[in-house]
């Protein structure tokens, strides 16, 4: 069942007169699991609706004529989440210290939040009844955890004997018309060379069904670090690199699109340049770390001319080491169009370690102590990623409690450079 946790103003519900902490229990005789079935029933044009009042204790059957696909006006109450039962040898939760968010302890494994938000899922906690579901409801396209095609391999990476059926999982799911776009996070000595390959050449053989394989550089925090996976080398990142470009030519020639994508992060590794747009295709796994980067780079060099005048200020642009030495040469030309003087900041992680570089983890207390070191600014930069919906840091930092140690100079959270200095 649901619990209704908000009522759209003027809707069906709110004619019904349905109560806020009601539960949706059937309809149309169905039970309601979750709220992706209700969405998924709830359009039907003749409803039968059971609603469970716990004040009283009391079942209501509503019968409902409307126009198909016109919703309730219910919002349904967040879903439990899933969790994870896999052991993976990269697992990020486990490199976590005390002190983040803590929903960051969660280790989700939820197919509803990889069709509704982007989220990877491995599909081993799935049986024959949970795949008919997102065939029947079409959930899709999902996103899918993969890492190793090779039955023996995957199950070593993620520790359970079920992770090794994902081809055959895949097939089932493409077969049925769920697309499904790929994750590989390469791990050096695992999963990485001629497994690399086979897993490409596998998901590659199941057909346009498989949307996109991604290729992303394990993460590994000072808590997890060689525990017992490594992170890679330079030379291993251009290595796969390599491989996923061959995998790119023959996509192209064969279905027009590039498939294969590596993570912002590889290239940064590699220490080779970040591909221009065209290596995107239409943006698919953006939001996954595929292509923000060049995003960034070329919204800068769109939105230059229309920087604003900020003559003789100092403003102090944060980002995580890594990202640092592509910000710098900016710097300069930025100076030119606004009059301002700017100061790139890597700041180092010493709340994850050294070994995270990404400006998405970088704890607020780790920035205010760098800024502390510093002379006071006219106004601060800070990368949006860093911050959840809440305005909290990785830290559970929030960000007023951060703008308050700062004050009275202003502090601007944004993904863009020129749109964010537009704020200050």
Not at 60 to 78: H, M, S
Not at 333 to 355: C, H, K, M, W
Request: charged share 25%; net charge negative.
């Amino acid at each position: 069942m649901v619990r209704i946790a908000e009522i759209v103003p003027g809707s069906i519900a709110e004619a019904l007169e349905l109560e806020i902490g009601s539960r949706i229990v059937r309809i149309n005789g169905e039970r309601v699991r979750d709220s992706i079935d209700f969405r998924f029933l709830e359009g039907e044009p003749l409803l039968e609706l059971e609603v469970y009042s716990p004040t009283d204790g009391s079942t209501t059957i509503y019968e409902i004529e409307k126009e198909a696909g016109e919703p309730l006006g219910v919002r349904p109450a967040p879903d439990p989440v899933r969790e994870c039962a896999n052991k993976c040898v990269f697992c990020f939760v486990d490199g976590n210290p005390e002190g983040v968010r803590p929903t960051l302890y969660l280790r989700d494994d939820d197919f509803r939040l990889s069709f509704t938000y982007g989220s990877y899922v491995t599909l081993t906690n799935l049986g024959p009844r949970g795949f008919q579901r997102l065939i029947d409801q079409r959930l899709s396209p999902l996103y899918v955890s993969v890492h190793a095609t090779e039955p023996e391999v995957r199950m070593r990476l993620l520790g359970v004997p079920r992770g090794g059926e994902i081809v055959e999982q895949l097939r089932t799911l493409t077969q049925a018309g769920i697309e499904v776009h790929t994750q590989v996070v390469l791990c050096p000595g695992w999963n990485d060379g001629a497994h690399l390959d086979r897993t490409i050449e596998d998901l590659w053989a199941l057909g346009p069904g498989v949307l996109s394989l991604s290729v992303v550089p394990v993460g590994l925090t000072r808590y997890n670090l060689g525990r017992p996976v490594r992170l890679l080398t330079p030379e291993e990142a251009r290595q796969a690199l390599a491989q996923v470009d061959r995998a790119r030519e023959r996509a192209l020639a064969e279905r027009g699109v590039g498939w294969a994508y590596a993570a912002d992060e590889m290239f940064l590794l590699a220490g080779v340049e970040i591909p221009d747009a065209a290596y995107y295709d239409d943006w698919p796994l953006t939001e996954n770390g595929v292509g923000a980067v060049r995003r960034l780079l070329d919204a800068f060099e769109a939105g230059l001319g229309d920087a604003p005048r900020l003559d003789g200020r100092r403003i102090a642009i944060v980002t995580g080491t890594r990202m640092a030495a592509l910000l710098e040469p900016l710097r300069e030309r930025l100076s030119g169009a606004t009059g301002a003087q700017y100061d790139v900041i890597g700041v180092e992680n010493r709340f994850f370690g050294p070994t995270v570089t990404t400006a998405g983890l970088l704890a607020g207390r780790d920035i205010a102590v760098e800024l502390s070191a510093r002379p006071a600014y006219d106004g601060v930069l800070l990368p949006a990623e860093a911050l959840n919906d809440d305005g909290r840091f990785i830290d559970d930092l929030p960000f007023s409690e951060f703008a308050h140690r700062l004050a009275p100079t202003p502090v601007v959270a944004g993904y863009e450079l020129i749109s964010t200095l537009s704020a200050l």
